[in-house]
Nanobody
Framework: QVQLVESGGGLVQPGGSLRLSCVASGSVLSIEDMGWYRQASGKQRELVAT???????NYADSVKGRFTISRENTKNTVYLQMNSLKPEDTAVYSCHAVIQRLRLAIREWSDYWGQGTQVTVSS
């Protein structure tokens, strides 16, 4: 079994910073793409940032220059450093990863999601 567990969300004032972390645990053999998505109340989930195993990154236009995604492959962990936060960044942030695990002696790739962490930007 594989789990993604996020941490680091909370309440922050506009202009402030937060750092989200997401750790993959369980029968993880390898991880390809990892990323962060967010869903604001009443809106559809949207991509925030992704990072490949080799470190190639991709960002939503709305967060470019303010957010930085990174990962530590040896720790099966992805981070999202969020600076200059705005009220419109308020959302539930979820971690996503494409993970290879060993199931009944077979290696298989699947998509996994974390449970989400709330980020609220408000004065």
């Amino acid at each position: 079994q594989v789990q993604l567990v996020e941490s680091g969300g909370g309440l922050v004032q506009p202009g402030g910073s937060l750092r989200l972390s997401c750790v993959a645990s369980g029968s993880v053999l390898s991880i390809e793409d990892m990323g962060w998505y967010r869903q604001a109340s009443g809106k559809q989930r949207e991509l925030v940032a992704t990072i490949t195993r080799g470190g190639t990154t991709n960002y939503a236009d709305s967060v470019k220059g303010r957010f930085t995604i990174s990962r530590e492959n040896t720790k099966n962990t992805v981070y999202l450093q969020m600076n200059s936060l705005k009220p419109e960044d308020t959302a539930v942030y979820s971690c996503h990863a494409v993970i290879q695990r060993l199931r009944l002696a077979i290696r298989e790739w699947s998509d996994y999601w974390g449970q989400g962490t709330q980020v609220t930007v408000s004065s």
